[in-house]
């Protein structure tokens, strides 16, 4: 249905490394997000995309919201310690769903 | 701070019992939305209220209820409660038309 399936699950990374991450569904949404949370807060809205084909920068963050609709990506390009912390993608047709997560840790 | 206020902040209850989360939206935001995140998991939607009413309902149990009051603060009923109810509780608010939603801080809900 309208599940979000998320991956990687997890990533180790050496500070200064692109990481990459993404987000598949065999379902069709109008818009897709993608969240930080970091531990014991809520999620943080990064990046919203609108409409399909859509490439958004915000920083060293890029986003896209695929072609079909049907998936998204997330880029952080040159990563820092602080960039640790739990990536959500979201994605909305009524309501918002979100996948699993991809938990990253930046070793310095 | 997100402007979106959720209390208390942490929650430690027996099983069997009943609790009521409260979230204030941010300022001009109609939309209310509580989501459930077990350890280590994503965020289950459970119940959206757009200036009290209910607008859209997940997966959220019958022992759960929740209401949109009048100044547009928002209360989560979770009564009889298990073991399996401890979780992380979100309360996020939009305004209408948009699609990014503001979270809170949460409610850590420990059943013991």
């Known amino acids: 249905g309208q599940q979000l399936n998320q991956s990687p699950q997890s990533m180790f990374i050496q500070e200064g490394e692109d990481v990459s991450m993404n987000c598949t569904s065999s379902?069709?949404?109008?818009?897709w997000l993608w969240y930080k949370q970091d531990p014991g807060e809520g999620p943080v809205l990064l990046i919203a995309?609108?409409?399909?084909?859509e490439l958004t920068s915000n920083g060293r963050l890029t986003a896209q919201f695929g072609i079909t609709r049907k998936d998204s990506f997330l880029n952080i390009s040159a990563s820092i310690p602080s960039d640790v912390g739990i990536y959500f993608c979201?994605?909305?047709?009524?309501?918002?769903?979100f996948g699993a997560g991809t938990r990253l840790t930046v070793k310095p | 701070d997100s402007g979106v206020t959720q209390t208390p902040k942490h929650l430690i209850t027996a099983t069997g019992q009943r609790v009521t989360l409260r979230c204030s939206p941010r300022s001009g935001d109609l939309s209310v939305y509580w989501y459930q995140q077990s350890l280590d998991q994503g965020l289950q939607f459970l119940i959206q209220y757009y200036n009290g009413e209910e607008r859209a309902k997940g997966n959220i149990l019958e022992r759960f209820s929740a209401q949109q009051f009048p100044d547009l603060h928002s209360e989560l009923n979770l009564s009889s409660l298990e073991l399996g109810d401890s979780a992380l509780y979100f309360c996020a608010s939009s305004a209408s038309g948009t699609a990014g939603y503001t979270f809170g801080s949460g409610t850590r809900l420990t059943v013991v």
């Open positions: 379902s069709i949404f109008n818009t």
């Open positions: 995309l609108y409409k399909a084909g």
């Open positions: 979201a994605a909305t047709l009524s309501t918002m769903r």
